[in-house]
Each structure stands twice: as structure tokens, then as C-alpha cells.
Nanobody
Framework: HEQLVESGGGSVQVGGSLRLSCSAS????????MGWFRQAPGRERAGIAD??????????HDDLRDRDRFTIFQGEDKSTLYLEISSLKSVDTATYYC????????????????????WGQGTQVTVS
């Protein structure tokens, strides 16, 4: 069955960096969009970036602050999507979620959680 599994979260010091990974399995289509979201305490889930599996440039949310601190990229097997965050700040504390949908990527998908068919369980990142 379809499954997304995130890993790489934990407690990190301010100014540090981390890499989150999302591994997809069971998706019947070889071409799909994967994305990263995060939800800070007391706030709505917010899109960070998405990328079409199989080759495409990533799309970052227009309202993503400090955009240069965030990088998403695919693994060699294409079914793993990474999110790297550098110069971590306390405001980055959140649960980070991976999502996928068997469609092309669209920038507005980062504003619409309902467009995504599959979600991971989330991985907690705490910056202090």
C-alpha cells in the first residue's frame, strides 16, 4: 500500500542545520509530485516546497521566509525527497510532513493540503 515515511527530525540548536528525508513506497504511478509542509504549534499547516519526481526543478512557496535556508532535492532512487534547512531558528520548530499526489506539481498545491492524496506521519523538529 502507499506509504510515506519521514525521518531526520529531532532537537537541534539554533544556527544548526538538518536534513529531513521522505521515502515513498507503493505508489502505482512512477510520476508524482512530492512536497514538504510544516505545522508549528498553534498554526495551520504551511507548504514549503514541492518537486515532481523524475526530474524537475523544485518549487518553493512564494511566502516562504528566508527561502535560501531551505533546499529540497531528490535522492538517486527518485522516490526519496529531502529537505535541508540551514541556520535553524526557533521559528522553524514544527512538525514536518511529507505529502505526495499522483499528478504534476503546481505551485498552488502548496496552499491546498486537500490536493495531496498521501501524507506521512510527520517528524518533529525542535530548535532551541
Amino acid at each position: 500500500h502507499e506509504q510515506l515515511v519521514e525521518s531526520g527530525g529531532g532537537s537541534v540548536q539554533v544556527g544548526g542545520s538538518l536534513r529531513l528525508s521522505c521515502s515513498a513506497s507503493g505508489l502505482t504511478d512512477d510520476h508524482y509530485c512530492m512536497g514538504w509542509f510544516r505545522q508549528a504549534p498553534g498554526r495551520e499547516r504551511a507548504g514549503i516546497a514541492d518537486m515532481y519526481v523524475g526530474g524537475s526543478r523544485p518549487m518553493y512557496h512564494d511566502d516562504l521566509r528566508d527561502r535560501d535556508r531551505f533546499t529540497i532535492f531528490q535522492g538517486e532512487d527518485k522516490s526519496t525527497l529531502y529537505l535541508e534547512i540551514s541556520s535553524l531558528k526557533s521559528v522553524d520548530t514544527a512538525t514536518y510532513y511529507c505529502a505526495a499526489v499522483e499528478e504534476s506539481c503546481y505551485s498552488w498545491y502548496l496552499d491546498r493540503s486537500s490536493e495531496w492524496k498521501y501524507w506521512g506521519q510527520g517528524t518533529q523538529v525542535t530548535v532551541s
